[in-house]
């Protein structure tokens, strides 16, 4: 997968990481994403429209989300409600909105699609056609796993 | 007397966000809703100083509603706030009659910030 798909997406984690969580994250090396994987039992989706297009999925454990949206509420929280939820899907939603502005600046218009919330063990997701790279960002919340399947259509 | 905000968002946490900040800074939030259609219908009944508005949301999406606002009333005050900063985006909010343009996620001093550029103290 070409870099230039992939480093807004690493760019806009880093800044709305640290924006929101006040994290400083440690990214890992990136890694081919086998095309059927098994989810963390916690991902955000969002899909990715215009002259790139695919999905980036953001996975945590259960615990990382808990600690992620406590951390966006300004307190822990008793149980996973829809508020939860929703500060969970804006966390995906602003990373990848701030992507969409790094891969506008290099020429690519794109648009996304609003996030969803998936919670449950042992999901499994296959990208049919487009290839994709997986990559950690380490938190004092937990892990952040980010798949990045995106591909240009000039 | 507050000045009165109305907050469009289709997400929830971005909507509590929005009005515990603005409340605690002795804004009157008179109303809040998920969509462009339901930010024009609630534009009509409470006539809010400022409007806050999302861009990408399912109904009516935030340009369009602002273009509806702002033909109702040329003088309506509507600051978008957005995750997605691509300048096109930004022009074309502008040209739909926006006054202000803010990427999420923003600091609080950027939004206070925003709305006394707008409406003044």
């Given at each position: 997968?070409k870099?230039?798909?992939?480093?807004?997406?690493?760019?806009?984690?880093?800044?709305?990481?640290?924006?929101?969580?006040?994290?400083?994250?440690?990214?890992?090396?990136?890694a081919?994403?086998?095309?059927?994987?098994?989810t963390?039992?916690?991902?955000?989706?969002?899909?990715?429209?215009?002259?790139?297009?695919?999905?980036?999925?953001?996975?945590?454990?259960?615990?990382?989300a808990?600690?992620?949206?406590?951390?966006m509420?300004?307190?822990?929280?008793?149980s996973?409600?829809a508020?939860?939820?929703?500060a969970?899907g804006?966390?995906?939603?602003?990373?990848?909105?701030?992507?969409?502005?790094f891969l506008?600046?290099?020429?690519?218009?794109?648009?996304?699609?609003?996030?969803?919330?998936?919670?449950?063990?042992?999901?499994?997701?296959?990208?049919?056609?487009?290839?994709?790279?997986?990559?950690?960002?380490?938190?004092?919340?937990?892990?952040?796993?980010?798949?990045?399947?995106?591909?240009?259509?000039? | 007397?507050?000045k009165?905000i109305?907050?469009?968002?289709?997400?929830?946490?971005?909507?509590?966000?929005?009005?515990?900040?603005?409340?605690?800074n002795?804004?009157?939030?008179?109303?809040?809703?998920?969509?462009?259609?339901?930010?024009?219908?609630?534009?009509?009944?409470?006539?809010?100083?400022?409007?806050?508005?999302?861009?990408?949301?399912?109904i009516?999406?935030?340009?369009?509603?602002?273009r509806?606002i702002k033909?109702?009333?040329?003088?309506?005050?509507?600051?978008?706030?957005?995750a997605?900063?691509?300048?096109?985006?930004?022009?074309?909010?502008?040209?739909?009659?926006?006054?202000?343009?803010?990427v999420?996620?923003?600091s609080?001093?950027?939004v206070?910030?925003?709305?006394?550029?707008?409406?003044?103290?």
């Open positions: 997968m870099a230039e798909y992939v480093n807004p997406f690493l760019l806009a984690s880093h800044s709305v990481l640290e924006m929101v969580l006040g994290a400083r994250p440690v990214q890992g090396a990136l081919a994403q086998p095309n059927t994987f098994t963390q039992p916690c991902c955000v989706v969002c899909g990715v429209t215009g002259q790139v297009q695919g999905q980036v999925i953001y996975g945590m454990s259960l615990a990382t808990d600690n992620i949206v406590g951390a509420l300004g307190q822990p929280i008793d996973f409600d508020l939860a939820s929703s969970l804006e966390l995906g939603n602003m990373i990848s909105g701030n992507a969409l502005q506008a600046e290099a020429g690519w218009i794109c648009d996304i699609t609003p996030p969803t919330v998936m919670r449950g063990p042992d999901v499994k997701i296959t990208t049919i056609s487009i290839p994709a790279i997986v990559v950690t960002m380490t938190m004092d919340h937990g892990e952040l796993f980010i798949t990045i399947g995106v591909q240009g259509r000039k | 007397m507050p009165k109305l907050i469009t968002d289709d997400a929830l946490f971005m909507r509590v966000t929005l009005k515990n900040l603005l409340v605690n002795g804004y009157d939030v008179v109303g809040e809703a998920i969509n462009g259609k339901e930010a024009v219908e609630r534009y009509s009944t409470h006539h809010p100083d400022v409007v806050f508005m999302d861009i990408t949301m399912p009516m999406d935030g340009i369009a509603a602002t509806a033909a109702r009333d040329p003088n309506a005050n509507v600051i978008m706030c957005t997605m900063g691509q300048k096109n985006l930004v022009m074309e909010a502008i040209q739909a009659g926006a006054k202000d343009f803010i999420k996620p923003f609080p001093e950027r206070l910030e925003s709305i006394i550029k707008v409406i003044g103290k």
